[in-house]
């Protein structure tokens, strides 16, 4: 059973992991001054609802992601047509704030009549004849159609997501891979402050974990003693050198020399043969060992969050060549399911561990969305960097059926791969 502090973690790095990467769609499109509707945590039917300027942020019930969702990127509303009949309600300085689409007879305080001319994208104006006299009525760019009981702010042109150049629409796509990659070098940084680097003084190492049953567990061993020396030997900081001076015993009993809370104790240990997976015999005493660690440098912090965001980052590129390229095996595929699965198990092992594993989750997911596959952040970028080419931009019903269609294969892998966990987990 997951403990509370487990599960909290778990959804904390879910919400992290998204939050910043929508966060970085949502503001380079605010940057770019393209009209964001609505900033989403999660899908399906909304949780949680709040307003704020001219965007709705919502957490949705299903934790399979998020979303930005620009004005102008699909078709947000049938087009309001001349002869339709609609209702406006007008500012004191007789500019339209609101128009009605439906159940015109129940609005108050409104004007109703039916529509010669409107242009809500350019000029933003509407001819409106009311009882057989027309009225020009210009409308506020940031006006609300109301129709079916939901409301949507008008988007002027120049806030659509299609009017922008190819590169603001670039940025604004990759903006969300980038934050996640930001995310992953600040989360490094943080662990190796909180954990600190290997100490190249020290003299011992530092008991990690003591197997309950074992030999050092019978001896009274404790995780964070410090090992000096075994049978006189120093072991200078040097992790092989324990497993080396406990093999050369033969399975006889050792004198270990360790340091707790400022003491020096002697402590007999016997070793124990036992049985490894590939069936070799070896001798142990039961302790996870771990080098002693000092407080990182400014430098070598810097340092150590490059080196592991190159080497998280070669690792999963190395993955995925070997998935598509070598052979496809779904068991090396992990869906919610399964993440979810490993995060608790990780969130277990304490919070150094969590954080280091948030920063590989969060590359992941960066490296993830800019595949190009339909409907990700790489397909996206790809049709952009077409459209540069063919200086026009590509049909956007036909950008559409591309999308929907890796949508829906996207869907079905990602079924597979859920049913692939909850029977690897059934099984053990």
Do not use: C
């Amino acid at each position: 059973m997951m403990t509370l502090q487990i599960v909290v973690l778990t959804v904390l790095m879910f919400f992290v992991v998204v939050t910043v990467h929508e966060w970085g769609h949502y503001y380079f499109a605010k940057r770019a001054g393209i009209l964001v509707r609505e900033f989403a945590i999660g899908f399906g039917p909304k949780l949680f609802a709040y307003k704020r300027d001219e965007t709705t942020f919502t957490l949705r019930m299903l934790p399979l992601g998020g979303y930005a969702r620009m004005a102008g990127e699909d078709p947000e509303l049938d087009p309001i047509q001349p002869g339709q009949t609609i209702a406006v309600r007008l500012s004191d300085k007789g500019v339209v704030k609101k128009i009605y689409l439906d159940q015109l007879d129940n609005r108050r305080n409104v004007v109703r009549g039916e529509i010669e001319w409107i242009d809500i994208e350019e000029r933003m104006q509407i001819r409106l004849n009311v009882d057989g006299e027309t009225q020009h009525l210009d409308v506020d760019r940031q006006a609300d159609i109301v129709s079916r009981g939901q409301e949507l702010q008008v988007a002027p042109k120049d806030r659509q997501f299609r009017s922008k150049s190819v590169g603001k629409r670039a940025l604004a796509i990759f903006a969300g891979p980038l934050m996640n990659f930001v995310l992953a070098f600040v989360l490094f940084l943080i662990y190796v402050q909180v954990s600190g680097v290997p100490d190249e003084k020290a003299t011992g190492v530092e008991i990690g974990e003591v197997v309950a049953g074992s030999p050092a567990a019978s001896a009274g061993l404790q995780k964070g003693d410090v090992v000096q020396s075994i049978d006189g030997q120093a072991v200078n900081g040097d992790l092989s050198k324990v497993t080396e001076l406990v093999n050369a015993s033969g399975g006889s009993e050792v004198q270990v020399s360790l340091e707790r809370k400022g003491e020096t104790l002697q402590v007999p240990v016997t070793p124990k043969m036992v049985k490894t997976e590939d069936g070799r015999e070896v001798l142990q005493v039961g302790i996870a060992l771990s080098q002693l660690k000092r407080t990182a440098s400014f430098t070598e912090s810097f340092q150590f969050a490059g080196d592991s965001f190159v080497k998280g980052s070669t690792a999963i590129l190395d993955a995925l060549r070997k998935l598509v390229f070598e052979r496809f095996d779904i068991n090396q595929l992990a869906g919610p399911v399964g993440t979810l699965q490993a995060t608790g198990q990780i969130a277990s092992q304490g919070i150094d561990q969590m954080i280091i594993w948030t920063a590989f989750v969060s590359i992941n997911l960066g490296i993830f969305n800019l595949l190009p596959i339909p409907m990700l952040d790489g397909s996206r970028l790809i049709f952009l960097a077409i459209e540069a080419i063919r200086r026009r931009p590509i049909d956007p019903n036909k950008e559409g059926i591309v999308h929907f269609v890796g949508f829906a294969l996207i869907f079905l892998l990602m079924i597979a791969v859920t049913y692939n966990d909850i029977l690897r987990i059934i099984k053990g």
